[in-house]
């Protein structure tokens, strides 16, 4: 534990609203952004409160705590922890037998229940801050593999690749998918769908959250320019979420 570094956390709690995209309508819900406060933090505030113990004795008291704790542990014992809520030790896995023997029975790792004193003071916490989860497609680099130009410059029919965030394209294929929407004269994108130009999906060769690279339409007219749309229902890792996202990259390709 580091004494010299000895200090109080101030604030109050942020949170990140996610979409909760395996459920149809407005849904949502809320991950804490996790501040952890160590033993110095604990041993600042005790100080703050009372003069009685110096910081030397309050350190190695917690070590004295820390090592009677982990021989309790080595007992398998359950231990409650200053009435803060009970440590256990609990089997985690799946056992392939009916009647198993001991060496089939799997490590034991630990659980914890908060006591309701812990839970009614973290109630008490403020929320300073709440803002929406950064959910669409990102697209920070695109290089012609033909050529190696990263200017956002492409040969129709050649190889390309993409690399971002949340890319994968994957769900209905009748709805999702990678789209090259041409720029009109004034600049905008062609809203009209029907003139799009979409990637066939054998065409890709590689489709991940980071990079997509695939082999570029050979309809796609030379000396036009394209926006590129993603639509995608990718959610974390392999899942299928039920609502498609849409993304527009802001920056047209020229081909060659």
């Known amino acids: 534990m580091n004494t010299n570094s000895i200090q109080t956390l101030g604030g109050s709690v942020n949170v990140t609203i996610h979409k909760n995209y395996l459920r149809e309508g407005d849904n949502s819900y809320a991950k804490v952004q996790r501040t952890t406060a160590g033993m110095d933090n604990v041993i600042a505030t005790i100080l703050n409160h009372t003069k009685v113990f110096d910081e030397a004795s309050l350190v190695a008291t917690v070590m004295l705590f820390k090592d009677a704790v982990l021989e309790l542990l080595t007992q398998g014992a359950a231990i409650n922890l200053f009435e803060l809520g009970t440590l256990y030790p609990c089997a985690q896995g799946?056992?392939?037998?009916?009647?198993?023997?001991?060496?089939?029975?799997?490590?034991?790792?630990?659980?914890?229940?908060?006591?309701?004193?812990?839970?009614?003071?973290?109630?008490?916490?403020?929320?300073?801050?709440?803002?929406?989860?950064?959910?669409?497609?990102?697209?920070?680099?695109?290089?012609?593999?033909?050529?190696?130009?990263?200017?956002?410059?492409?040969?129709?029919?050649?190889?390309?690749?993409?690399?971002?965030?949340?890319?994968?394209?994957?769900?209905?294929?009748?709805?999702?998918?990678?789209?090259?929407?041409?720029?009109n004269d004034n600049g905008k994108i062609n809203e009209n769908e029907a003139e799009w130009v979409k990637a066939d999906s054998s065409s890709f060769f590689k489709n991940t959250h980071t990079y997509l690279e695939l082999i570029l339409p050979a309809t796609l007219e030379s000396s036009k320019s394209y926006f590129i749309v993603i639509r995608s229902a990718s959610g974390r890792g392999k899942t299928i979420n039920k609502t498609v996202k849409e993304m527009i990259y802001d920056t047209p390709v020229k081909v060659n």
């Open 94 to 183: 799946n056992i392939p037998s009916a009647n198993p023997n001991i060496s089939e029975i799997p490590h034991l790792s630990l659980g914890f229940t908060p006591s309701q004193e812990a839970l009614k003071a973290v109630g008490k916490a403020d929320i300073s801050m709440a803002k929406a989860e950064e959910t669409l497609p990102q697209i920070s680099r695109i290089e012609d593999l033909a050529t190696h130009s990263t200017d956002c410059t492409v040969s129709a029919g050649q190889p390309v690749r993409i690399t971002g965030r949340r890319l994968r394209i994957a769900g209905d294929e009748a709805q999702v998918g990678l789209y090259f929407a041409q720029q």
